[in-house]
């Protein structure tokens, strides 16, 4: 713990180690007792995706610093070689913390509910006849065993693919050799039995059939380990005159990453540490042990599991009222839009037969001329992609701006591109030096008096997968000044533009951040008596912002912010951020909307909404193209003070930030849980509108 001198003298949290505490808060949910113990689970898994993306991308970055005699300071003070230090300490607690709740706790507590983690070596025989016949029919096909020797060099390990080091034994020459094994990741983790409810690790299983792999050999011994590389996606963006080839070949390179972290089994011995050390190129820091099994990502698969009793209650989400059309009469999507905005929030309210709904009638309308939408991350079976095909197969315009660089998504998006572009869509990539990160939508058509603009301006991907999962807003809007910023925008996207003015949206990397800086000036001049500012988001880094946000502390207004991830801003120090309140909620579904509200933003008095894409991270306000937009409507502003005052009130899913840098998670008496709130009020504005919308 900091004494309050040194929380005085540091205005900043580190990024990563920020970070780390976010995944710490996921951690925490994994080991909840309160919580159904398959969403312990899963809870446990993304724990385990989340660290292999952090070692992928940030560590790798931290150690290219390293490598490269960077001493520079991140604004918390710390240089690389620092952070790596402190990054080691903190995750091997975390990952100690981990195996715990997954070995002593949720293993026994699921094997009484019926759900068995086994170890092949207790299992009877007949168990070990199916796993024979499994062994020979689905898995020995696909296994490559590598040997190493003097005419064999030590293999390439893939990034993230679970291994077996063997060490053979040849009984006539007593000559021992290294090998290695492949855990096949496109077969599942853990190999369930024929009752459908225990489990066997898929690396036992392959174990003990080595002698199928070595034939003649003695097996001496076999352990498990892991490998991250280093994936981060690094463009030559000066010389990139082609992006979709720069992102292919990048991509090529990316599978041979150095390698950055190595998980081992306890009883791994210490030659086969050196070997893999001394192949792989890591010191003893880069190596981490494990008392359980590697790679707990695995345990995603446990959700396919027919057990609702272990998991939480199933939520289908509700069509917003104004979107339900009478059972008796087709619904008209544009004429509903052509009478005012409608507010969208997934997962509450449903993507499907709304933001999916708007492209399909787009898309089949003889009377629209144009479809443009921005297109970051999407499902492999997208709706929303079938009928951008569709409209370009009927003759409409249709063009979509691809973001190449969608991490981990890349190459996805590549196969979309060419996929689009063969259907004759209009397919840009925007530019090499940001990311287009909008979530925009426009569908121009022709009607009877005019030429009318349908819009969708979102925070949330047009992935109707994660719309079940993400938490996330949008505007479907027909008004005359939204469809002409998006005519702009998407202008500016695809051709040459170098001043473009907007009346409702504030574009990154140009109006956004002076803009958001104006408008918390504004509530510092509106003193503690009439400023206010909330403001929801993913992560909160950018110096100056923090900076801004500081300045308006000290001049006595109240900030209340709910950041899910990372928050480099230290609330609660007197003379510095007194006023500030910061909370981040984790929970059933990942909080990934972007809403900020201001007091005074309109004037004296009026309030300022806005939703969108961006964050307040450097990388968001600098090097990206985001868009918010300005929420007009009483009831539209009325559901966005529900949703953060509920935010602010959740008593079990929420973590109060210290100015030591503590999380704490709180635990009121009301048992108010943000994500059952919500649901219950979809749930109360669809049972309004039935049995018909209008008659």
Same mark, same amino acid.
């Given at each position: 713990?900091?004494?309050?001198?040194?929380?005085?003298?540091?205005?900043?949290?580190?990024?990563?180690?920020?970070?780390?505490?976010?995944?710490?808060? *996921?951690?925490?949910?994994?080991?909840?007792?309160?919580?159904?113990?398959?969403?312990? &689970?899963?809870?446990?898994?993304?724990?385990?995706? $989340? +660290?292999?993306?952090?070692?992928? /991308?940030?560590?790798?970055?931290?150690?290219?610093?390293?490598?490269?005699?960077?001493?520079?300071?991140?604004?918390?003070?710390?240089?690389? &070689?620092?952070? +790596?230090?402190?990054?080691?300490?903190?995750?091997?607690?975390? *990952?100690?913390?981990?195996?715990?709740?997954?070995?002593?706790?949720?293993?026994?507590?699921?094997?009484?509910?019926?759900?068995?983690?086994?170890?092949?070596? &207790?299992?009877?025989?007949?168990?070990?006849?199916?796993?024979? &016949?499994?062994?020979?029919?689905?898995?020995?096909?696909?296994?490559?065993?590598?040997?190493?020797?003097?005419?064999?060099?030590?293999?390439?390990?893939?990034?993230?693919?679970?291994?077996?080091?063997?060490?053979?034994?040849?009984?006539?020459?007593?000559?021992?050799?290294?090998?290695?094994?492949?855990?096949?990741?496109?077969?599942?983790?853990? /190999?369930?039995?024929?009752?459908?409810?225990?489990?066997?690790?898929?690396?036992? /299983?392959?174990?003990?059939?080595?002698?199928?792999?070595?034939?003649?050999?003695?097996?001496?011994?076999?352990?498990?380990?892991?490998?991250?590389?280093?994936?981060?996606?690094?463009?030559?963006?000066?010389?990139?005159?082609?992006?979709?080839?720069?992102?292919?070949?990048?991509?090529?390179?990316?599978?041979?990453?150095?390698?950055?972290?190595?998980?081992?089994?306890?009883?791994?011995?210490?030659?086969?540490?050196?070997?893999?050390?001394?192949?792989?190129?890591?010191?003893?820091?880069? /190596?981490?042990?494990?008392?359980?099994?590697?790679?707990?990502?695995?345990?995603?698969?446990?959700?396919?599991?027919?057990?609702?009793?272990?998991?939480?209650?199933?939520?289908?989400?509700?069509?917003?009222?104004?979107?339900?059309?009478?059972?008796?009469?087709?619904?008209?999507?544009?004429?509903?839009?052509?009478?005012?905005?409608?507010?969208?929030?997934?997962?509450?309210?449903?993507?499907?037969?709304?933001?999916?709904?708007?492209?399909?009638?787009?898309?089949?309308?003889?009377?629209?001329?144009?479809?443009?939408?921005?297109?970051?991350?999407?499902?492999?079976?997208?709706?929303?992609?079938?009928?951008?095909?569709?409209?370009?197969?009927?003759?409409?315009? *249709?063009?979509?701006?691809?973001?190449?660089?969608?991490?981990?998504?890349?190459?996805?998006?590549?196969?979309?591109?060419?996929?689009?572009?063969?259907?004759?869509?209009?397919?840009?990539?925007?530019?090499?030096?940001?990311?287009?990160?909008?979530?925009?939508?426009?569908?121009?058509?022709?009607?009877?008096?005019?030429?009318?603009?349908?819009?969708?301006?979102?925070?949330?991907?047009?992935?109707?997968?994660?719309?079940?999962?993400?938490?996330?807003?949008?505007?479907?809007?027909?008004?005359?000044?939204?469809?002409?910023?998006?005519?702009?925008?998407?202008?500016? @996207?695809?051709?040459?533009?170098?001043?473009?003015?907007?009346?409702?949206?504030?574009?990154?990397?140009?109006?956004?951040?002076?803009? +958001?800086?104006?408008?918390?000036?504004?509530?510092?001049?509106?003193?503690?008596?009439?400023?206010?500012?909330?403001?929801?988001? $993913?992560?909160?880094?950018?110096?100056?912002?923090?900076?801004? @946000?500081?300045?308006?502390?000290?001049?006595?207004?109240?900030?209340?912010?709910? %950041?899910?991830?990372?928050?480099?801003?230290?609330?609660? %120090?007197?003379?510095?951020?007194?006023?500030?309140?910061?909370?981040?909620?984790?929970?059933?579904?990942?909080?990934?909307?972007?809403?900020?509200?201001?007091?005074?933003?309109?004037?004296?008095?009026?309030?300022?909404?806005?939703?969108?894409?961006?964050?307040?991270?450097?990388? $968001?306000?600098?090097?990206?193209?985001?868009?918010?937009?300005?929420?007009?409507?009483?009831?539209?502003?009325?559901?966005?003070?529900?949703?953060?005052?509920?935010?602010?009130?959740?008593?079990?899913?929420?973590?109060?930030?210290?100015?030591?840098?503590?999380?704490?998670?709180?635990?009121?008496?009301?048992?108010?849980?943000?994500?059952?709130?919500?649901?219950?009020?979809?749930?109360?504005?669809?049972?309004?509108?039935?049995?018909?919308?209008?008659?």
């Amino acid at each position: 713990m900091e004494s309050q001198d040194d929380a005085e003298d540091r205005r900043f949290f580190n990024r990563e180690l920020s970070w780390l505490e976010f995944n710490a808060r *996921v951690l925490e949910l994994g080991e909840d007792r309160s919580l159904p113990l398959l969403e312990r &689970a899963k809870y446990l898994a993304i724990f385990s995706q $989340n +660290l292999d993306e952090f070692f992928q /991308v940030r560590v790798a970055g931290l150690k290219e610093q390293v490598a490269a005699g960077l001493g520079s300071h991140t604004p918390d003070g710390r240089t690389p &070689a620092q952070q +790596l230090l402190e990054i080691r300490d903190r995750v091997e607690g975390l *990952v100690a913390r981990q195996e715990r709740t997954f070995l002593d706790d949720l293993v026994p507590a699921l094997a009484d509910a019926g759900v068995v983690f086994s170890d092949y070596s &207790a299992l009877d025989e007949e168990d070990r006849k199916f796993l024979d &016949a499994e062994f020979e029919e689905r898995i020995f096909p696909v296994l490559t065993p590598l040997a190493v020797d003097p005419g064999h060099p030590f293999p390439y390990i893939s990034d993230l693919s679970l291994n077996l080091a063997v060490v053979v034994r040849n009984p006539e020459t007593d000559e021992v050799r290294f090998a290695r094994v492949k855990v096949p990741n496109l077969l599942p983790r853990f /190999v369930l039995l024929p009752d459908g409810e225990r489990f066997v690790p898929l690396e036992q /299983v392959i174990a003990h059939h080595l002698d199928r792999l070595f034939p003649g050999m003695e097996i001496d011994a076999h352990v498990p380990f892991r490998v991250t590389r280093n994936a981060d996606l690094t463009l030559d963006e000066d010389e990139a005159e082609d992006l979709l080839s720069a992102v292919e070949m990048e991509l090529r390179r990316r599978r041979f990453g150095a390698a950055v972290r190595l998980e081992i089994d306890l009883t791994m011995s210490e030659p086969i540490r050196d070997l893999l050390q001394r192949e792989l190129e890591l010191e003893d820091d880069d /190596v981490y042990p494990h008392a359980g099994p590697l790679g707990l990502g695995g345990l995603w698969s446990l959700l396919d599991l027919e057990r609702p009793d272990l998991k939480d209650s199933a939520w289908v989400p509700v069509t917003e009222p104004r979107l339900a059309g009478a059972d008796d009469e087709p619904f008209d999507i544009f004429a509903e839009l052509a009478r005012g905005d409608v507010l969208v929030h997934h997962p509450y309210s449903s993507f499907a037969t709304s933001v999916e709904e708007l492209v399909r009638q787009a898309a089949d309308d003889p009377w629209v001329l144009a479809i443009k939408l921005t297109l970051y991350r999407t499902s492999g079976d997208s709706p929303i992609v079938h009928s951008l095909i569709s409209a370009a197969e009927q003759g409409k315009q *249709v063009a979509v701006l691809i973001e190449l660089k969608a991490r981990f998504d890349e190459q996805a998006n590549i196969g979309w591109a060419r996929r689009l572009e063969q259907a004759g869509v209009h397919v840009a990539y925007g530019f090499a030096g940001l990311k287009i990160h909008t979530k925009t939508l426009l569908v121009v058509r022709n009607e009877d008096d005019r030429i009318r603009r349908y819009c969708h301006i979102g925070t949330g991907n047009y992935n109707p997968k994660t719309a079940r999962l993400y938490e996330d807003l949008g505007i479907l809007s027909a008004s005359d000044e939204l469809g002409s910023d998006l005519t702009q925008l998407f202008n500016f @996207l695809t051709g040459y533009a170098r001043e473009v003015s907007y009346q409702r949206l504030l574009v990154a990397p140009h109006r956004l951040r002076p803009r +958001l800086v104006e408008l918390i000036r504004g509530e510092a001049a509106a003193g503690p008596e009439r400023g206010r500012i909330r403001m929801k988001m $993913n992560s909160l880094a950018d110096p100056d912002m923090i900076e801004e @946000l500081y300045a308006a502390s000290r001049a006595g207004v109240p900030i209340d912010l709910v %950041v899910r991830g990372i928050c480099c801003l230290r609330p609660g %120090v007197p003379g510095l951020s007194e006023t500030i309140r910061v909370r981040s909620i984790v929970g059933r579904y990942l909080e990934h909307s972007r809403i900020y509200h201001f007091a005074n933003g309109s004037g004296p008095g009026e309030d300022a909404y806005f939703i969108g894409s961006a964050d307040l991270m450097s990388r $968001n306000l600098n090097r990206r193209v985001e868009a918010l937009v300005g929420v007009e409507g009483a009831d539209m502003r009325e559901w966005l003070d529900t949703v953060l005052d509920l935010n602010l009130a959740d008593d079990q899913f929420a973590w109060l930030l210290d100015s030591d840098g503590t999380w704490e998670r709180r635990r009121g008496s009301a048992g108010l849980s943000v994500h059952e709130e919500l649901q219950k009020l979809a749930l109360a504005r669809a049972d309004r509108s039935r049995p018909s919308r209008r008659h």
